[in-house]
């Protein structure tokens, strides 16, 4: 797999965290020690052996798996901001061969969508809140809608994206923006990397989401054999935003058919929101420095955080 080289401490991404590199040393060092944890991450390499598909609609979707760390090695009474965006993988745009299961590439990229970082909700807060317990960006969305104005994570459909977490000191030094560069570190993991689609396209991914999510119950057998038809009635019964379009596998090229007992299942369960959304929390919020519930959203050029993915130097 191509991609860079993955450890677990502050040198993971950016040329100025990397181990032993110019400006390592020059890291704040309320960043230089942490240490960043991908939690479900056996789960999360599951889905990427199958080629991981993450939907998008015009309103929004969270992600399954929710994207969740650990942290440590921070300094327990500095303050961090937390945040996320997503960067392409390649220069290329892809399709999906059902006859051989795979992903084939179909051109060269469409122009790239707006660049935005995702704020966890809780940010700023002290180091020793952020370490006590696990960070999940549950409220998270991914949308396709080039037009969007509620601070969701847009992204091309049939792109591949790699999610990136970034630790950012809040340094109350007043010249703080001249060294910016100094007080964030970032982080990535090649096996949270992703396709962007309005509709699954591997049917084993869409099995893999039913038996993993806990809020898919509803739509689970005691046969893992009926999945691919429980799947498919999912399509044909979860639109994601009040529209017609589809959730799941385009499994009518796939020549199954979904059980009456999957069908009444399906029909019953009070899963079938749940598996086109996570369970709803309160709306997304993008926050710095203050916490009066107004949203504030930036560009990644923000935090001067390069926003393409680099294969230099790679060798994973």
């Given at each position: 797999?191509?991609?860079?080289?993955?450890?677990?401490?502050?040198?993971?991404?950016?040329?100025?965290?990397?181990?032993?590199?110019?400006?390592?040393?020059?890291?704040?060092p309320?960043?230089?020690?942490?240490?960043?944890?991908?939690?479900?991450?056996?789960?999360?390499?599951?889905?990427?052996?199958?080629?991981?598909?993450?939907?998008?609609?015009?309103?929004?979707?969270?992600?399954?798996?929710?994207f969740?760390?650990?942290i440590?090695?921070?300094?327990?009474?500095?303050?961090?901001?937390?945040?996320?965006?997503?960067?392409?993988?390649?220069?290329?745009?892809?399709?999906?061969?059902?006859?051989?299961?795979s992903?084939?590439?179909?051109?060269?990229?469409?122009?790239?969508?707006?660049?935005r970082?995702?704020?966890h909700?809780d940010?700023?807060?002290?180091?020793?809140?952020?370490?006590?317990?696990?960070?999940?960006?549950?409220t998270?969305?991914?949308?396709?809608?080039?037009?969007d104005?509620?601070?969701?994570?847009?992204?091309?459909?049939?792109?591949?994206?790699?999610?990136?977490?970034?630790?950012?000191?809040?340094?109350?030094?007043?010249?703080?923006h001249?060294?910016?560069?100094?007080?964030?570190?970032?982080?990535?993991?090649?096996?949270?990397?992703?396709?962007?689609?309005?509709?699954?396209?591997?049917?084993?991914?869409?099995q893999?989401?039913?038996?993993?999510?806990?809020?898919?119950?509803?739509?689970?057998?005691?046969d893992p054999?009926a999945?691919?038809?429980?799947a498919?009635?999912?399509e044909?019964?979860c639109?994601?935003?009040?529209s017609t379009e589809?959730?799941?596998?385009k499994?009518?090229e796939?020549?199954?058919?979904?059980?009456?007992?999957?069908?009444?299942?399906?029909?019953?369960?009070?899963?079938l929101?749940?598996?086109?959304?996570?369970?709803?929390?309160?709306?997304?919020?993008?926050?710095?420095?203050?916490?009066?519930g107004?949203?504030?959203m930036?560009?990644?050029?923000?935090?001067?955080?390069?926003?393409?993915?680099?294969?230099a130097?790679?060798?994973h």
């Amino acid at each position: 797999m191509n991609g860079l080289v993955l450890s677990q401490g502050c040198e993971l991404t950016l040329p100025g965290c990397t181990d032993g590199g110019p400006l390592f040393g020059n890291k704040a060092p309320q960043v230089c020690g942490v240490r960043v944890e991908l939690e479900m991450q056996a789960l999360w390499r599951q889905f990427d052996q199958l080629g991981t598909e993450m939907i998008v609609t015009k309103s929004g979707r969270r992600m399954f798996p929710t994207f969740q760390v650990r942290i440590s090695g921070m300094d327990p009474s500095a303050e961090y901001v937390l945040l996320m965006d997503f960067i392409p993988v390649d220069d290329k745009r892809y399709r999906y061969a059902f006859h051989s299961s795979s992903w084939l590439v179909a051109g060269r990229a469409d122009v790239a969508a707006p660049s935005r970082m995702h704020f966890h909700p809780d940010s700023p807060a002290p180091g020793a809140q952020w370490m006590k317990q696990t960070v999940s960006f549950d409220t998270l969305k991914l949308t396709n809608n080039l037009l969007d104005d509620n601070g969701h994570m847009i992204l091309n459909s049939m792109h591949r994206y790699q999610p990136r977490f970034h630790v950012v000191y809040v340094d109350p030094a007043p010249d703080s923006h001249l060294n910016a560069y100094k007080n964030f570190c970032s982080f990535s993991f090649p096996e949270t990397r992703f396709m962007a689609v309005t509709a699954y396209q591997n049917h084993r991914i869409t099995q893999l989401k039913i038996a993993s999510n806990p809020f898919a119950k509803g739509f689970r057998t005691s046969d893992p054999q009926a999945w691919e038809g429980t799947a498919r009635s999912l399509e044909a019964s979860c639109p994601p935003d009040g529209s017609t379009e589809p959730l799941s596998t385009k499994s009518r090229e796939q020549g199954t058919c979904p059980s009456k007992s999957s069908s009444r299942q399906i029909g019953s369960s009070s899963a079938l929101l749940q598996e086109c959304e996570l369970p709803r929390h309160k709306e997304d919020s993008v926050e710095l420095g203050k916490r009066d519930g107004t949203g504030l959203m930036t560009h990644a050029h923000f935090l001067h955080i390069p926003v393409y993915w680099d294969y230099a130097g790679s060798s994973h």
